[in-house]
């Protein structure tokens, strides 16, 4: 299954370490959504969204990218990590896929270090995430993805 993720992962790294875990697990490109280039998902099986959570919810800059480049009825999946608590961190995602038709394969999510805002003060929160179990929950899920739907 040829995936595409695109993603946004700054602050700590947090998102991208599960990323890369995952892509240890087959054909996998990873699309940082601040770089400039050219995009083709449709060239691709099926198309993750990945983010950190701010303030319950994807960054902007994925929701956007989603929005302009996720072609109609491709299959999509979501990955986030976050610091306090997930809420409904995907729903803005989960619209814009049912807006185009594409079908939500499943998400991934795990803790990750945070010092946003007042965390900072404390010196974070989930100190050590993602760690090694983490990760190879990442691996995991995606091997699980694969399975299920091997492509084309």
């Known amino acids: 299954m040829k995936t595409a993720i695109c993603y946004y992962s700054r602050h700590h790294g947090n998102t991208r370490k599960v990323l890369e875990a995952m892509a240890e697990e087959g054909d996998l490109d ?15 099986d099926c198309v993750g969204f990945a983010s950190g959570i701010y303030f319950g919810k994807f960054q902007e800059s994925v929701l956007s ?3 302009q480049y996720l072609p109609a009825g491709k299959p999509v999946f979501f ?7 997930k809420g409904s961190s995907t729903k803005a995602l989960a619209d814009i896929a049912r807006e185009k038709s594409s079908p939500v394969l499943g ?4 803790r990750g270090y945070d010092t ?3 965390f900072k003060l404390v010196g974070g929160i989930a100190k ?4 090694a179990r983490d ?3 990442a691996r995991k899920f995606y091997r ?3 399975q299920q739907h091997p492509g084309r």
Do not use: H, M, W
Not at 30 to 44: P, S
Not at 107 to 110: A, G, I, K, Y
Not at 128 to 131: E, H, I, T, V
């Open 30 to 44: 990873l699309i940082d959504v601040t770089a400039r280039q050219a995009v083709r998902l449709e060239e691709y």
């Open 65 to 67: 990218f989603a929005r």
């Open 79 to 85: 990955v986030y990590t976050y610091g306090g608590t």
């Open 107 to 110: 998400e991934f999510s795990c």
């Open 116 to 118: 946003f805002g007042p």
């Open 128 to 131: 050590g995430r993602p760690n």
């Open 135 to 137: 990760l190879e929950k």
């Open 144 to 146: 699980a993805l694969q």
